[in-house]
């Protein structure tokens, strides 16, 4: 009788167990893409110092930025092959070198070749190493079906980390200028890489048994190769989804804190504005992961979009009419949605692309977000230059959304 009562007991701690160590695993992840996001879009920041002291053109200084996109793009479907060869303490630890290293080069770095090689090339495969496939594969193993909540707490980091490093680096540099601050930023990423070592990454990696056998025994089914799934069109419309969204919301973000500047706002309150979108973003990411159980998820993503377009017109009312109101009203509807769009789509490839190859498949999916996020970037530095205007941009931007959405309106995968 005590043994079948302490049985009982241990049976409830047991099943507590693997729901304590998906908090972890999702803390960790959210953790880890606050680093890398902020880490990356505090470029944002850094632009207009490192443009005047260089004495470089916009497009110059922006293709940093858009190559660290491509990178990190091009890189996806190799960091999936690793996460899925060599697990995910390799991957990360791998991250976080290359982060660190990447800003200790930039602080030193006179040409522009060096920084396309550290804050371009080593930035966006060392952000890409600690974020989205990474973080989607393993959470994967935890979460199953409420993935696509956990995945909108991992996008949401996007904000988070824009909310915290955009305002700390414009301190920065104004306090111990941006060579410093990058510096600064090297040595304390390599820094975490002692403790992340010396995580237990075999249980983090293992995932719940009853998420991770039964979808084993249907990716053994299912069969899906990377092959195959360039076959299907629903491979084919969530990369134009990712690619055309992303050119929309990156030809617009990289130089948002520049353009509030020539608006009239003060730099400070320019970089605090922007960075406050990250608060808004992860309401977003909440809200429409929250629509998607309600209304589908269709309704949701058409309404996320609708969203992102008023918050483009905003932003171009803004050089007209520099008000307080306004600018609010373009951090919440554009901001609280970048991203807010992530969390259904890597679902949704996940539900039907699963199997043994998903790291690989979905990492040469979010190839399209990142050659996107590089074309909208450069193009948008290129067509500042050109011009000496954002109307262009913002036209470029507005289109490119509404092209994103098309996907959702006619093709049969997604639409239902």
């Known amino acids: 009788m005590k043994t079948e009562a302490s049985r009982e007991d241990a049976a409830p701690a047991q099943a507590a167990q693997p729901a304590r160590v998906a908090l972890v695993v999702l803390a960790l992840c959210f953790a880890l893409s606050v680093l890398g996001r902020g880490l990356a879009e505090s470029f944002t920041v850094f632009l207009k110092p490192i443009s005047e002291?260089?004495?470089w053109d916009r497009a110059e200084v922006v293709s940093i930025y858009s190559l660290a996109a491509l990178a990190g793009g091009l890189a996806a479907p190799l960091i999936g092959r690793l996460f899925d060869h060599s697990g995910p303490r390799a991957v990360y630890a791998?991250?976080?070198?290359?982060?660190?290293?990447?800003?200790?080069?930039?602080a030193?770095?006179?040409?522009?070749?060096?920084?396309?090689?550290?804050?371009?090339?080593?930035?966006?495969?060392?952000?890409?190493?600690?974020?989205?496939?990474?973080?989607?594969?393993?959470?994967?193993?935890w979460f199953g079906p409420r993935l696509p909540t956990a995945m909108s707490v991992i996008y949401s980091a996007t904000g988070a980390g824009v909310l915290i490093l955009l305002p700390a680096s414009q301190l920065l540099i104004d306090s111990i200028g941006w060579r410093s601050a990058y510096q600064l930023f090297g040595a304390s990423t390599l820094a975490l890489l002692v403790p992340l070592?010396?995580?237990?990454?075999?249980?983090?990696?293992?995932?719940?048994s009853h998420i991770t056998r039964p979808l084993g025994s249907e990716a053994a089914d299912d069969g899906w190769t990377l092959p195959r799934a360039l076959r299907h069109h629903a491979f084919w419309a969530l990369f134009a989804t990712f690619f055309f969204t992303a050119i929309g919301m990156f030809s617009i973000a990289p130089q948002v804190v520049a353009y509030l500047i020539d608006a009239g706002f003060p730099p400070l309150q320019a970089a605090t504005a922007w960075g406050f979108s990250g608060v808004v973003l992860l309401f977003g990411?909440?809200?429409?992961?929250?629509?998607?159980?309600?209304?589908?998820?269709?309704p949701s993503v058409l309404f996320s979009y609708a969203l992102s377009i008023?918050?483009?017109?905003?932003?171009?009312?803004?050089?007209?009419?520099?008000?307080?109101?306004?600018?609010?009203g373009f951090v919440i509807c554009f901001g609280s949605m970048i991203g807010s769009r992530g969390p259904l789509l890597s679902a949704t490839a996940m539900k039907i692309f699963r199997g043994r190859w998903l790291g690989t498949i979905y990492g040469t999916i979010t190839i399209g977000s990142s050659l996107g996020a590089a074309l909208g970037s450069w193009g948008g530095g290129v067509i500042h230059d050109l011009t000496h205007s954002y109307n262009p941009l913002i036209v470029l931007a507005l289109v490119s959304v509404i092209i994103g959405m098309i996907?959702?309106?006619?093709?049969?995968a997604l639409r239902n």
């Not at 791998?94 to 930039?106: P, V």
């Not at 070749?113 to 193993?141: H, K, T």
């Not at 070592?197 to 719940?208: C, E, H, N, S, Y």
């Not at 996907?407 to 049969?412: D, M």
């Open 53 to 55: 002291s260089m004495s």
């Open 285 to 298: 990411m909440l809200g429409v992961s929250w629509l998607d159980g309600v209304i589908g998820r269709r």
């Open 94 to 106: 791998l991250g976080l070198l290359l982060l660190g290293s990447a800003f200790l080069i930039a």
């Open 310 to 328: 008023a918050g483009i017109l905003m932003l171009w009312g803004l050089q007209f009419a520099p008000s307080i109101w306004l600018l609010t």
């Open 407 to 412: 996907p959702f309106l006619v093709v049969p």
């Open 108 to 141: 030193s770095a006179s040409q522009l070749w060096q920084f396309r090689l550290s804050l371009g090339l080593c930035v966006g495969i060392g952000m890409a190493l600690i974020g989205l496939v990474p973080n989607s594969i393993l959470l994967g193993r």
């Open 197 to 208: 070592l010396l995580l237990p990454w075999r249980l983090f990696a293992k995932g719940a």
